[in-house]
């Protein structure tokens, strides 16, 4: 139905950058919100920052200005621009898209990427 594929993840030193990207295809009729989660081990998996088809974005207070989430609605594509990376960064980042619908269909869903590691070093 719906497939998610990152890229971009890696090993950076602590002030570094990386940039994150998804695409979304399959027989998407519209998604809603798309966006980035984060799993570090031990702990629960935690929204990292999510952007809406209207362009409203809502980023978790740890990156706030650190960073930038930008989508092509067009595309179904999504990036996530990170600057001054901290080792906390550390974790599995998860593509998501919010409230999908496929195709045919009228029930929205949520689907997710396989994730992709960034591990900062201090």
């Known amino acids: 139905q719906v497939q998610l594929v990152e890229s971009g993840g890696g090993l950076v030193q602590a002030g570094g950058s990386l940039r994150l990207s998804c695409a979304a295809s399959?027989?998407?009729?519209?998604?809603?919100?798309m966006g980035w989660y984060r799993q570090a081990p031990g702990k629960q998996r935690e929204l990292v920052a999510v952007?809406?088809?209207?362009?409203?974005?809502n980023y978790a207070d740890s990156v706030k200005g650190r960073f930038t989430i930008s989508r092509d609605n067009a595309k179904n594509t999504v990036s996530l621009q990170m600057i001054s990376l901290k080792p906390e960064d550390t974790a599995v980042y998860y593509c998501a898209a919010l409230h999908t619908v496929v195709a045919g269909t009228s029930v929205p869903g949520s689907y997710w990427g396989q994730g992709t590691q960034v591990t900062v070093s201090s």
């Open positions: 399959g027989s998407i009729f519209s998604i809603n919100a």
């Open positions: 952007r809406t088809s209207g362009g409203i974005t």
